[in-house]
């Protein structure tokens, strides 16, 4: 009987006895330890796939679980190996499952590796060639195919790669001069242009990350033109406000911050030219008539 209470009997001596355990004269796990002196200990064990018992041919599910004598029975590099042996629930036999996924005695292994294309996939490797089913005209007709495309296709194309590199790789010290010749030159118009362009910016204050347009001949013509065309029509404008007389309807219609200044000098003007014509009218009439005007006038 496993020491499950603490009950201290009379003649219990804690330094001669030590545990209540060695007292008694058991082992702390009890009955699982009953054959620990041939280092196994009996323990719950559960299938962890499903087997068909090698004894009785039954299928036993995956998760039944057997009171399995575990057994240390070697190692993987430091990992140890344990076994463990079941005794058959629907008959006497026995089998053994190791930790070391290869060995099992006494029953086999359902195999349920995973299949992918059972369940709606595609086989990744696909080792176990179909040799045996293979119409041998149509491998003919691929292998004369390959055979066409080789000789057609990439041969040429082979060929004319090595030839490109071939030419590349003939005379480098002077494509690598020609390079920098190019380069060189490039590089003159280009610290020119800099040295134009900050001109330029410092000359109108402007900001020195602005970019500046480029300086072509189409783009200068373009300004041009558009030079041009703004003149002609400055040109024309003026030329028409010239030919309009300076009435006071004008006045209004073309500048706007004058009207209300003017509008009053304007219609005075009016008045004085009205006038003007008026009298003009009446010297005319009184010569016409001699020398009466005055009297009349008043
Ligand atoms: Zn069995």
Redesign the pocket.
């Known amino acids: 009987m496993q020491g499950f209470n603490k009950y201290y009997p009379p003649d219990y001596d804690g330094e001669k006895h030590g545990s209540l355990n060695s007292y008694r004269g058991k082992h702390a796990l009890g009955d699982r330890a009953r054959k620990i002196d041939q280092g196994i200990l009996i323990t719950r064990f559960e299938l962890p796939f499903n087997i068909w018992?090698g004894?009785?041919n039954?299928h036993?599910g995956m998760g039944v679980r057997y009171n399995a004598e575990k057994k240390k029975i070697g190692n993987y590099y430091s990992t140890p190996i344990f076994s463990f042996r079941c005794k058959?629930h629907?008959?006497s036999?026995w089998f053994e499952i190791q930790t070391d996924p290869k060995a099992i005695s006494g029953a086999r292994q359902k195999d349920e590796e995973w299949n992918p294309e059972e369940n709606g996939g595609f086989a990744i490797h696909d080792t176990d060639g179909k040799a045996e089913n293979v119409d041998p005209l149509a491998a003919l007709e691929k292998s004369t195919d390959a055979q066409n495309h080789h000789k057609n296709v990439q041969v040429p194309r082979l060929e004319s790669l090595m030839d490109v590199s071939e030419q590349y790789n003939a005379d480098p010290y002077s494509l690598s001069r020609k390079v920098r010749k190019h380069f060189r030159q490039d590089k003159k118009v280009r610290v020119e242009k800099e040295k134009a362009d900050i001109q330029v910016r410092d000359r109108y204050a402007l900001p020195t990350t602005l970019k500046l347009a480029e300086e072509d001949e189409k783009a200068l013509q373009e300004a041009k033109d558009q030079w041009h065309k703004a003149r002609q029509e400055k040109l024309s404008l003026e030329n028409r406000r010239r030919k309009l007389p300076p009435t006071a309807t004008s006045i209004t219609s073309i500048s706007g911050s004058r009207t209300h200044a003017s509008s009053s000098s304007s219609s005075g003007v009016a008045s004085l030219r009205a006038k003007i014509l008026n009298n003009t009218a009446k010297q005319s009439a009184r010569h016409k008539l001699g020398g009466i005007g005055p009297q009349l006038e008043r």
């Open positions: 018992c004894t009785c039954n036993i058959c629907l008959c036999g």
